[in-house]
C-alpha cells in the first residue's frame, strides 16, 4: 500500500501534473484520489512487474499507454464518483 502512495506522489507532482493542473480536479484531495486511483492501476500492470526497468520508467510507459483508461478515471472524478480497489 505504501508504494501505491508513492506512485501517486510521482504522476501528480511529474507525469500527470500538467494534466491534473488543466482538468476539471485541480483541487487538491480531488487530484490526490485521482491519482492513487491511477497508481493502483499501474500496480496491476506488467509494467510494474517488470524488474527489468526503473519504477519511473515503467510509471511512464504504462501513463503514455493507457491514455484512455486515464481519462476514464479522471471523468469519475469529475462526477464525484471514486474507484476504490
Known amino acids: ?7 501517486a506522489y510521482i504522476l501528480g507532482y511529474d507525469i500527470l501534473h500538467e494534466y491534473i493542473e488543466t482538468s476539471a480536479i485541480p483541487e ?3 487530484s490526490f484520489d485521482f491519482c492513487f486511483d491511477v497508481a493502483t492501476e499501474f500496480m496491476k500492470s506488467e509494467e510494474y512487474l517488470d524488474m527489468r526497468i526503473s519504477l519511473y520508467e515503467g510509471l ?11 481519462r476514464e478515471i479522471m471523468e469519475m472524478h469529475s462526477n464525484g464518483e471514486e474507484q476504490r480497489v
Open 1 to 7: 500500500m505504501i508504494q501505491a502512495y508513492y506512485i
Open 60 to 70: 511512464d510507459r504504462w501513463v503514455c499507454d493507457n491514455e484512455t483508461k486515464i
Open 28 to 30: 487538491c484531495d480531488t
